[in-house]
């Protein structure tokens, strides 16, 4: 099997172009590295319909239900709440939990 970033990739570019071009790279460098999100992705990973739909921009509201399909492939504990949003950067995304040497990235 596929360490979780191979996994990852490959899941990726079944939804990689029903989202923004300008949200991609976002969305990579908060699963892989932990990256700090914009105010709308953090919306979407924190599971907050609400918000994420005031801070969307016009193509993003248009794309989402392509972002409920996003949330289907990122690591589960990477969303769902604020505090997970958190905990995931902290722990630096996939590298760094791979790194520490849990074997399914979690």
Known sequence: MANPIEYFYAEWRNVEDRIPPYMRAAVVGYVVNGSHVGDFLRSVLANQ????????????????????????????????????????????????????GAPDGK
């Open 49 to 100: 319909f609400h918000e994420a739909v005031k801070r969307a921009d016009t193509m993003n509201r248009a794309c989402l239900p392509a972002w409920a399909d996003v949330l289907a492939l990122v690591p589960h504990a990477s969303w769902g709440n604020d505090a997970k949003v958190t905990a995931w950067i902290q722990g630096g995304g996939l590298i760094e939990r791979m790194n520490a």
